[in-house]
């Protein structure tokens, strides 16, 4: 019997219907069902009718007994999952009651269909490459959770003045970017934050990363796609002692002394995807392309 687990961040208006769908199927089925522990105290503060999925268990840890787990949100709810997962190899699918959703790719007219396939064994793998981080000095932050689905960004913090990151290539010297801050992005991540700052879109399967300027004073400066195997270090400077840097959606606050090395982290991620889908598809319906007139 498949044990699955259970994952999101909200229990609102968009994503209401979208849940109780899914645990109905799922009580339904009979499967072994575990919930992230905070996420099933949000589902049952905002509905007291829910008490029928009392039955179900709850997770504060993952570990490899899992088969699946099922986020239930946006790509920034796909985000928080994988920190969950880490280098378990658990397959993950996204339910998207959030907004565009290049990674939760499953509508909410569709649960009922796609998890069917997917406990039929209908659906494929899509391995996803992660950056890792460190610092020196260290940050206790960084640490716990050193990896990276989306991508990796310096910026500026407390100040409207630009900050400057000097950046290195398997220890050569390339430039020093004159920007609000610079990303960092694995292939996911391209139709992230880096497609926002005018960075390509890399197809998940291509063996890059991207380097992309935020704002950059020195117009010449463009983005930079590179080999995964490519150790970058960064240096931050500016007029403020400190600097934001963000992995995903987690932000820590590191001086301006701090050497940081991002490297392509040693497990990857595994994204399900049903038979019927495809990362083309996908650009197609998110960024609109077959809607051209004179196609």
């Known amino acids: 019997m498949m044990k699955i687990a259970i994952y999101g961040q909200y229990y609102q208006n968009t994503s209401q219907a979208s849940i109780k769908t899914l645990l109905d199927f799922l009580v339904q089925k009979k499967l072994k069902v575990f919930i992230e522990s905070e996420f099933f105290d949000i589902i049952q503060d905002e509905d007291k ?5 009392d039955t179900f268990n709850t997770f504060k840890k993952l570990d490899n007994t899992y088969d699946l787990l099922i986020s239930i949100g946006g790509d920034g709810t796909i985000l928080r999952a994988i920190t969950f997962v880490r280098d378990l190899g658990i397959p993950i699918v996204g339910i998207n009651t959030g907004r565009l959703g290049f ?18 064994k209908q659906y494929k793998i899509s391995e996803r490459t992660l950056l890792s981080i460190e610092t020196n000095p260290k940050n206790m932050d960084l640490v716990r959770t050193n990896f990276a689905l989306n991508e990796i960004a310096v910026s500026r913090k ?11 290539l398997n220890g050569e010297y390339l430039t020093s970017y004159w920007a609000d801050g610079l990303i960092v992005s694995t292939p996911t991540g391209s139709t992230g934050y880096s ?7 890399i197809s998940p399967d291509a063996n890059n990363f ?3 300027p935020i704002a950059p004073h020195n117009l010449s400066a463009r ?12 240096k931050v400077g500016g007029r403020e002692d400190d600097y934001l ?5 987690r932000i820590a606050t590191l001086p301006n002394s701090t050497i940081v090395t991002i490297k392509k982290a040693p497990f990857k991620i595994n994204m399900v995807e049903l038979l019927n889908e495809s990362f083309i598809d996908t650009l197609r319906k998110k960024l609109l392309w077959g809607e051209d007139k004179r196609n």
């Open 245 to 249: 840097i963000s992995l995903d959606s």
């Open 195 to 201: 497609l926002s700052c005018a960075g390509p879109v």
């Open 223 to 234: 983005p930079l796609v590179i080999p995964d195997d490519t150790e970058i270090q960064l």
């Open 103 to 120: 990674l939760a790719t499953i509508q909410t007219n569709q649960i009922e269909t796609a998890i069917s396939s997917i406990l039929d």
């Open 49 to 53: 009718n829910i008490r029928k999925y």
């Open 210 to 212: 991207v380097l992309t």
């Open 158 to 168: 407390n100040t409207t003045s630009m900050i400057t990151v000097d950046t290195h």
